[in-house]
């Protein structure tokens, strides 16, 4: 039996400073609780923007992307490009890699669709650009 008359726990009173997660600011800091990374509230709105950035910045590029595809088979359908090549698709401005789920045209056919534009992929079949407003 440990019966240890005073409970001295407090003498372990070291110091807990931490660095504030901010890559900015890193000051050290004492935090009131365990889940406390920021020094300040300026800091944590900070940290989340810095946090949420790459995201926002990729979802964007993605969006950019996404309205050059259809710019793109906008472009080649006018011209009459119906069945563009992959090399005139990526000369139009086309990223392959950017897409929607596979949706079904009214036909039955798989396609990438972009606004008003979609992109038939087929196997063993050329590209087809198809204009599915009504
Ligand atoms: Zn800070």
Not at 3 to 8: I, L
Request: charged share 30%.
């Amino acid at each position: 039996m440990d019966a240890s008359p005073n409970n001295n726990s407090k003498e372990i009173q070291k110091s807990t400073k931490i660095k504030c997660a901010l890559s900015t600011c890193a000051t050290d800091f004492e935090p009131t609780n365990s889940k406390k990374r920021y020094c300040c509230d300026a800091c944590r709105f900070r940290g989340y923007k810095e946090r949420h950035a790459p995201k926002l910045k990729f979802l964007k590029s993605w969006q950019d992307q996404f309205k050059l595809n259809a710019a793109g088979l906008k472009k080649l359908f006018d011209l009459g490009e119906e069945h563009p090549t992959q090399k005139e698709l990526i000369i139009a401005g086309f990223d392959f890699s950017v897409r929607d789920q596979q949706r079904k045209t009214s036909d039955g056919r798989k396609a990438f669709i972009y606004f008003d534009y979609a992109l038939i992929i087929e196997e063993n079949k050329p590209y087809q650009i198809y204009h599915h407003k009504p």
